[in-house]
């Protein structure tokens, strides 16, 4: 096989590690692309591709993900990974690994990890590398590794719900809240929505979004039931969509431009987070972005027409 060929083969694997590591579409990408530009200018042959390309990605990721964490800190409200329409990398052996790392529940439960103790687990616990192969990608031992894995899973398992819904379940229950989510069935949304249901934005400063969390089954169920037909009074449409590997929808404009996206988490046969992203800057890999202020102004001047 060319270089070409090789890498080319082992793209969606470059790009899932990447992604996970970074919680982010266009660093991801970049991490990728970056690890190219290294392999194709590398004079000697490697005795593997995947060994030389998965370190190369985790560790162009690591440092990408420390500078990012400045970043983060200083981020406008609520910081949610881009979303991910569908993951590029199938492994049978790991399917369920893979389904469960990428939900944005997992990437925010990841960011609670130093950016070594997040690559060892994604390495190890997701993708199933051996001990050696992680340490050699992130230039430790593997006595360090196994140190780092032991905090990783330990900061992880504190934070997981301890009742997960199947993909059935979860489907069923999506298709119940978007059907009453169009209807501005207040009574619907609250019998799908738990006890300690949260709403939460990620507008980053760039869109309009919710001034702080929006909890309790009746607040979130009136605060839905009462926005989205004003939505749908100026023509923005929804679409259901695995966001993550879980449900949620795609909004857009009249125009069919992509407005933001709604992610469900459902626990114990009940949808216990909502999260939207309407930061522009975490929509483009979706396609042409609605401008969200615009839409803020329109929906407000339908509200008060109906005064």
């Known amino acids: 096989?060319?270089?070409?060929?090789?890498?080319?083969?082992?793209?969606?694997?470059?790009?899932?590690?990447?992604?996970?590591?970074?919680?982010?579409?266009?660093?991801?990408?970049?991490?990728?692309?970056?690890?190219?530009?290294?392999?194709?200018?590398?004079?000697?042959?490697?005795?593997?591709?995947?060994?030389?390309?998965?370190?190369?990605?985790?560790?162009?990721?690591?440092?990408?993900?420390?500078?990012?964490?400045?970043r983060r800190e200083e981020y406008v409200g609520p910081w949610f990974p881009e979303p991910l329409l569908s993951d590029p990398y199938q492994d049978p052996a790991r399917s369920a690994e893979l389904a469960d790392s990428v939900s944005m529940a997992a990437l925010l439960l990841l960011e609670r990890l130093s950016p070594l103790e997040r690559s060892v687990f994604v390495l190890r616990e997701v993708f199933g590398f051996g001990f050696d192969e992680v340490a050699a990608a992130v230039g430790r031992s593997e006595a360090a590794c196994r140190q780092l894995l032991v905090r990783a899973r330990r900061h992880m398992q504190a934070g997981r719900p301890r009742f997960e819904a199947d993909r059935r379940e979860r489907q069923e229950l999506a298709k119940r809240f978007f059907d009453a989510?169009?209807?501005?069935?207040?009574?619907?949304?609250?019998?799908?929505?738990?006890?300690?249901?949260?709403?939460?934005?990620?507008?980053?400063?760039?869109?309009?979004?919710?001034?702080?969390?929006?909890?309790g089954t009746e607040n979130v169920a009136r605060l839905l039931a009462s926005v989205f037909p004003l939505l749908a009074r100026i023509d923005v449409t929804f679409a259901p969509q695995e966001i993550n590997g879980q449900p949620g929808a795609i909004f857009r404009d009249r125009d069919g431009k992509v407005l933001h996206i709604l992610a469900l988490e459902v626990l114990d046969g009940r949808i216990q987070t909502i999260r939207s992203v309407i930061n522009p800057d975490k929509l483009g890999h979706l396609g042409p972005v609605a401008d969200a202020w615009a839409i803020d102004r329109e929906v407000k001047q339908a509200r008060g027409r109906t005064k």
Not at 45 to 63: G, H, N, P, Q, Y
Not at 191 to 205: C, I, P, R, S
């Open 181 to 215: 989510l169009k209807n501005g069935d207040v009574g619907g949304l609250r019998n799908l929505l738990a006890a300690d249901v949260q709403l939460v934005g990620d507008g980053g400063g760039k869109a309009p979004q919710l001034a702080r969390a929006v909890s």
């Open 1 to 70: 096989m060319t270089k070409v060929e090789e890498f080319e083969e082992l793209r969606p694997l470059l790009f899932s590690i990447a992604y996970r590591i970074l919680g982010s579409v266009g660093e991801a990408e970049d991490a990728v692309q970056e690890t190219w530009l290294r392999f194709d200018g590398s004079a000697t042959r490697v005795a593997s591709a995947k060994a030389f390309l998965s370190a190369t990605v985790t560790r162009i990721s690591i440092d990408v993900l420390r500078s990012a964490r400045v």
